[in-house]
């Protein structure tokens, strides 16, 4: 990767103007997480405008204006930038161009850099590299000869993942034998990928940081994740591993190498050798932040306001109790709704999409608990029934 781009970094904003409490925010994105930083936004007193292409998006009836237009409307992206005192965004796939453009016109304190380097996952892994923080062994995938480059550099098993607009296991494949290679070529054959060693994992952590004015970091407590088909299938907080200064160790080399300001989260997978790897970055507050809105003193869609209007953070998060979070798929609403009632202490939150589909995420619930291990055996039988 050449140099020069982080030269470029050095000129973006670190010191930016507070907003008073009654400005405007608006989001690109009205998901789930639009939806949870608006409500956050709320309790501060900004108003919200929501940008989304859908007309039903979960943030659009807790926004107080909506804005109904595709993330690459050039036109309505203005009207954003005009109507807000400031833009932030809950996705990471806009176009980084677009967002270029509109950083010049209009008040983004998380600049472009970050979605630029991050949603392409070949430039994530070579930024992750040029920070020195330790990666899965990965290899471009251009076309697919190259497929046979990767068996003999990674071995079996690998998984090729398209290197733009994967989430939740989407464009991904796993090749554990040559059997596998033409679903591979498929993949191959209509976008660049990249393939990286499939690791044996012994445990999955993030940890959620966010930035604010001045360069002020907060970071929130390591938290544990399990995935079931690549999907976040529930959260642990505070992570049993012992792993959270090397954690802290791997961001601090990312933040010296990105242009963070907000909420952001990294992924990493723990080996059966206890070695810690940096998965992914996602640039804006994640899935397995979700426990902090009940179990910590301020939660990371909170932190994120305060950043991004150029409030002070809290030095520190203080995690109230510890917590189980259970993300909620279609499937397990049809599970798990009827109990609802009877469970206060689930803390449900519904994301109020309209179509339910069995693997498309309709909410999440958080657990507050003492006895961790046993909620969490409470809720694995309680999910059971859904495929691991
Ligand atoms: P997404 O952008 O969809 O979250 P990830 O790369 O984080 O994509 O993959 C989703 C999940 O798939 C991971 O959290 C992990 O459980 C599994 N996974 C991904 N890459 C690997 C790998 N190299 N080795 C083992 N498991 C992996
Ligand atoms: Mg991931």
């Known amino acids: 990767m050449k140099k020069h781009w982080y030269k470029k970094w050095r000129k973006c904003k670190m010191n930016f103007n507070k907003l008073s409490f009654g400005s405007t925010i608006g989001i690109i994105g009205g998901g789930q997480l639009g939806k949870m930083m608006a409500q956050s936004a709320q309790k501060m007193g900004y108003k919200v405008i929501v940008l989304d292409p859908s007309s039903d998006c979960p943030c659009r009836y807790v926004a107080h204006e909506f804005i109904e237009a595709n993330y690459d409307d050039e036109r309505a992206l203005h009207l954003l930038g005009e109507s807000s005192d400031v833009i932030t965004y809950e996705f990471e796939n806009i176009s980084a161009e677009q967002?270029?453009?509109?950083?010049?016109?209009?008040?983004?304190p998380q600049g472009y850099q970050a979605i630029q380097l991050l949603q392409d996952r070949l430039t994530e892994k070579q930024t992750l590299e040029q920070a020195g923080t330790q990666i899965v062994p990965y290899t471009s995938i251009k076309h697919k000869d190259d497929l046979s480059k990767a068996t003999n550099t990674l071995g079996y098993p690998f998984i090729v993942k398209t290197r733009f607009g994967g989430y939740d296991g989407k464009g991904q494949i796993?090749?554990?034998?040559?059997?596998?290679?033409?679903?591979?070529?498929?993949?191959?054959?209509?976008?660049?990928?990249?393939?990286?060693?499939?690791?044996?994992?012994?445990?999955?952590?993030?940890?959620?940081?966010?930035?604010?004015?001045?360069?002020?970091?907060?970071?929130?407590?390591?938290?544990?994740?399990?995935?079931?088909?690549?999907?976040?299938?529930?959260?642990?907080?505070?992570?049993?591993?012992?792993?959270i200064e090397n954690a802290k160790r791997e961001v601090e080399k990312i933040i010296k190498t990105v242009h963070f300001i907000g909420t952001f989260t990294v992924e990493f997978f723990i080996d059966c050798n206890d070695q810690l790897y940096v998965n992914e970055i996602a640039p804006r507050p994640h899935n397995s932040g979700h426990y902090s809105i009940e179990a910590c003193d301020y939660s990371q869609f909170d932190t994120h306001i305060l950043a991004v209007t150029g409030q002070t953070l809290p030095d520190k998060i203080e995690t109230l109790k510890p917590a189980v979070m259970m993300n909620l798929l279609g499937k397990d609403l049809d599970l798990l709704e009827d109990e609802f009632a009877a469970h206060p202490e689930w803390h449900v939150h519904i994301y109020g999409k309209s179509e339910r589909k069995p693997n498309r995420k309709m909410g999440h619930m958080t657990i507050l608990t003492n006895r961790i291990d046993d909620t969490e055996k409470d809720m694995l039988k309680r999910f059971e029934g859904r495929d691991q």
């Open 99 to 108: 967002l270029k453009t509109l950083t010049e016109k209009y008040n983004i």
């Open 174 to 243: 796993l090749v554990k034998s040559e059997e596998d290679i033409k679903e591979a070529e498929k993949l191959v054959s209509n976008q660049e990928c990249v393939a990286e060693q499939f690791l044996n994992i012994k445990k999955e952590v993030s940890l959620t940081v966010t930035i604010g004015n001045h360069q002020q970091i907060t970071y929130f407590p390591l938290q544990e994740n399990e995935h079931r088909n690549q999907i976040l299938f529930k959260t642990i907080v505070p992570a049993r591993c012992n792993q």
